[in-house]
């Protein structure tokens, strides 16, 4: 062993531990920019990266897709017809590009809901540990009731602690003529009480400052009823969901 | 990530190297929904993961030349570009901002998903993560955390101690024997 050797071997520590750190993106700024330096010179700290970001690709799954706004392709055409015109656009972003983002804000609100069933099944290996006060109180999984497929999820609590969340795992069918609507009733309760109707694979947020605090083995269901929900004041069609709550804290 | 058949990453990546905006666009139209999602994590704002995605897919067609396929698959090189061009954003950008409503929103729906899915019982589906899968089960939860957020939510040793109520030394003893970890395990 030489220990004058300038360049380190490619498996050595140093080599990995940086090459490493900068792919999972931990390395400030100057950092990152002295490891992308080096790699044009370095063919064993690139061949670390690439080992690197080869190994973590995966994790990109966990990241819920988001639909781009309509504006965004158009805005890379225009830059990549013009590669000037891409330069200014980065330095100073046109107020009409902030004025499409917020265009699309309605759009990502309705979107926000959207795509979660993947991460749903990636997260059986990873569990992400939020801040403390968005741990969830109470857990309701509602499983269709033939083959007990969980279709949503309920959780209360987090930062919003006024409000319910109705989360939907996938993609359901409902018939253009008809509607899935949301219901909850507490063991005590005579009746059930209507949470609204929900639009399929789209989240819905429920105030819940008007309903009695969450208890334990409450009911929650989804039923089919007409367009605009069920004319009466309880379920009129078949349970399409069901399940009740668990607390979990 | 989409459901994988036979579209060809190498060969869209030659075709924008050769000028065919064509190609760009199928890439767009069929990663942009997943790559925003990547983008947003890191940055947490969408005005400004949007504008990340802008840059990563103008870098993706003035660098589509230098791609090699000998050194990578190229849906994992485009993967990368985004990362980068996120990954630099925050960091040249000291983050300041907070999540917005809707992030925060969204990333508490995720959290209910992954705790109903954490707590199904054993034996279900789940997305094969390949190797991957195995050698971060095998880590200690602590150290899997530490990765999982670096590299899935761009967050700094700073931030990942500050999230998980963590000294900073041991943060980073902690992400730096979890990739040894990992390496070690996957090779």
């Known amino acids: 062993m030489n220990p004058n050797t300038p360049t380190p071997p490619p498996d050595s520590d140093d080599i990995q531990s940086l090459a490493g750190e900068y792919v999972l993106g931990t390395l400030s700024a100057a950092r990152r920019r002295d490891v992308e330096a080096r790699m044009a010179q370095e063919p064993a700290l690139r061949d670390a990266v690439d080992a690197w970001e080869a190994r973590l690709l995966p994790l990109t799954a966990l990241a819920e897709p988001v639909e781009p706004s309509l504006s965004l392709w158009k805005r890379i055409e225009r830059s990549v017809a013009s590669p000037a015109a891409a330069a200014a656009a980065n330095v100073k972003r046109t107020a009409a590009d902030v004025q499409t983002w917020w265009n699309n804000l309605n759009l990502w609100r309705g979107l926000a809901g959207t795509g979660f069933a993947a991460a749903a099944v990636m997260a059986a290996v990873l569990v992400v540990r939020m801040q403390a006060p968005a741990t969830p109180q109470y857990m309701v999984v509602l499983v269709a009731p033939q083959d007990k497929a969980p279709g949503w999820v309920v959780q209360t609590g987090g930062r919003q602690q006024e409000q319910l969340s109705l989360i939907p795992l996938g993609t359901v069918a409902v018939p253009s003529d008809k509607s899935l609507q949301f219901w909850t009733k507490a063991d005590a309760w005579r009746g059930p009480v209507s949470l609204g109707l929900v639009q399929p694979g789209k989240a819905l947020r429920v105030p819940i400052d008007k309903l009695p605090a969450l208890e334990a083995n409450q009911l929650f269901e989804l039923t089919l009823e007409p367009a605009n929900g069920s004319p009466i004041d309880r379920p009129t069609g078949p349970i399409q969901f069901i399940g009740r709550a668990v607390k979990v804290l | ?187």
Request: hydrophobic letters at 40%.
């Open chain 2, 1 to 187: 990530m989409p459901a994988p058949d036979d579209f060809d990453y190498d060969a869209a990546l030659a075709a924008c190297a050769q000028g065919q905006r064509q190609a760009l666009a199928q890439i767009y139209t069929r990663e942009s929904r997943y790559l925003l999602g990547v983008a947003l994590r890191i940055v947490r704002q969408r005005q400004y993961a949007e504008d990340v995605l802008h840059d990563a897919f103008v870098a993706i067609w003035q660098r589509a030349t230098t791609f090699d396929a000998a050194r990578g698959a190229g849906r994992g090189w485009i993967y990368s570009v985004v990362r980068n061009t996120a990954l630099n954003w925050v960091r040249n950008n000291a983050r300041d901002v907070p999540v917005d409503e809707e992030t925060g929103a969204a990333l508490e729906d995720e959290m209910a998903v992954q705790h109903h899915a954490s707590t199904r019982d054993a034996g279900e589906t789940r997305v094969d993560l390949g190797r991957l899968d195995g050698c971060l089960d095998r880590l200690e939860p602590g150290r899997r955390e530490c990765i999982v957020l670096a590299y899935v939510d761009g967050c700094s040793h700073g931030e990942i101690a500050e999230r998980t109520q963590t000294p900073l030394g041991t943060v980073k003893a902690w992400i730096q024997r979890g990739m040894r970890a990992l390496r070690e395990c996957m090779t």
